[in-house]
């Protein structure tokens, strides 16, 4: 059963620019995660947010949480042609081993 | 850096075969999974094991099993394959916790004709 939603399905900016993604989820989470996937390639983890947690950043990355709205963000400043991937938002419920991923975002950032 | 190496990055079966694919990790991880990724379907969990020898279905079990003999080994086995598991077959690792990320191999593109 699909999770995570992300929005939009996919985005195409220039090199510099912010982006956006927005990830929505329908149960109760103990955190949400964020993965990377280039083309034909693995997912690589990015950052996780656990559920008492509101905001975090990990270099260029800058992620929010709202348990309330059960909704997440992952904000990219100044992209840059290598960030262009498909993202994916991943929960995991209580103690459970599973994570659900979303359909993810393809991004494009153009040089 | 942790290591997850999938045995095939392409691979063409027929209908019918067993197919085996394998996945080895190099970091002691405890819990390992296998995802099948379908265009428009995002990545769906088909087994996972939190220990050598434990294992527990996905959400997509069907037409699958799995052997976990040693820790750092986790095969995914098609009985009997057929046309619709042509997809890409992604395998995981993490350590124990509930903060811990998933490590992911670089998958195996399986085609079955």
């Known amino acids: 059963s699909q999770q995570g939603e992300e929005d939009p399905q996919a985005l195409s900016i220039q090199e510099g620019e912010n982006a956006t993604m927005n990830c929505s989820y329908k149960?109760?989470?103990?955190?949400l995660q964020w993965y990377r996937q280039n083309s034909g390639r693995g997912l690589v983890h990015l950052i996780l947010i656990r559920s008492n947690e509101r905001e975090k950043h990990s270099g260029r990355l800058r992620v929010t949480l709202d348990t309330s709205k059960k909704s997440s963000s992952l904000l990219i400043t100044a992209s840059r042609a290598a960030d262009t991937a498909s993202y994916f938002c991943?929960?995991?419920?209580?103690?459970?081993?599973?994570?659900?991923f979303g359909k993810g975002t393809l991004l494009t950032v153009n040089p | 850096d942790v290591k997850v190496t999938q045995s095939s990055r392409y691979l063409v079966k027929r209908t019918g075969e067993k197919v085996f694919l394998e996945c080895v990790q190099d970091m002691d991880h405890e819990n390992m999974f296998w995802y099948r990724q379908d265009p428009g379907l995002g990545l769906r969990l088909i087994y996972f094991?939190?220990?050598?020898?434990?294992?527990e279905k996905g959400d997509i079990p069907e037409g699958y099993s799995v052997s976990r003999e040693k820790k750092e080994r986790f095969s995914l086995i098609l009985e009997s394959a057929s046309t619709n598991q042509t997809s890409m077959y992604l395998c995981?690792?993490?350590?124990?916790?509930?903060?811990?990320?998933?490590?992911f191999g670089d998958g195996t593109r399986l085609s079955i004709l």
């Open positions: 995981a690792s993490r350590t124990q916790g509930q903060g811990q990320p998933q490590h």
């Open positions: 094991s939190y220990d050598v020898k434990m294992k």
């Open positions: 991943a929960t995991m419920e209580g103690s459970n081993y599973k994570l659900t």
């Open positions: 149960t109760s989470i103990n955190n």
